[in-house]
């Protein structure tokens, strides 16, 4: 029991770290793609937001890590005394008001909802992921 859920939470978190270096390098590569076609200027935006975005992935996987090891000790345990519930009731609120936010703020037009999406996807990943994962500490 405890060893499959050990090796679980271990596999789940290479996932998320193999997921987050294939989209950091689409990401890249749709960088390069467009800095073909459209001739850009030597503005330092590109790498702030490529920055922006790997910052993003990065605390994305370690904010759904984060909740694998109250999980793993909760099962272990086979309860969950200890745990604080106002803790856990306070992130799920901020985690779904938060990826609220994000979603509510999408662009009118469908043209640019892929796109707003694609750029708040770690964020989205996150508030919602870990929302999801807060279910089921709680």
């Known amino acids: 029991g405890s060893k499959s859920l050990k090796n679980f939470c271990i596999t789940w978190i290479m996932v998320c770290i193999a997921l987050s270096v ?6 890249l590569l749709r960088n390069q793609d467009q800095s073909g076609v459209i001739e850009r200027s030597n503005n330092p935006l590109g790498m702030i937001e ?5 910052c993003g992935y990065i605390s994305c996987v370690f904010y759904l890590g ?51 999406l694609l750029h708040h996807l770690p964020w989205l990943i996150g508030s919602f992921g870990v929302l999801f994962l807060d279910i089921f500490v709680s």
Not at 68 to 77: E, G
């Open 22 to 27: 294939i989209l950091l390098c689409q990401l």
């Open 50 to 54: 490529m920055s922006g975005f790997i």
């Open 66 to 116: 984060s909740r694998f090891p109250q999980l793993y000790k909760n099962f272990r345990r086979r309860s969950t005394e200890g745990t604080s519930y106002l803790l856990f009731a306070l992130a799920m609120m901020g985690n779904c008001t938060y990826g609220l936010s994000l979603v509510l703020r999408m662009p009118a037009t469908k043209s640019f909802q892929a796109l707003y």
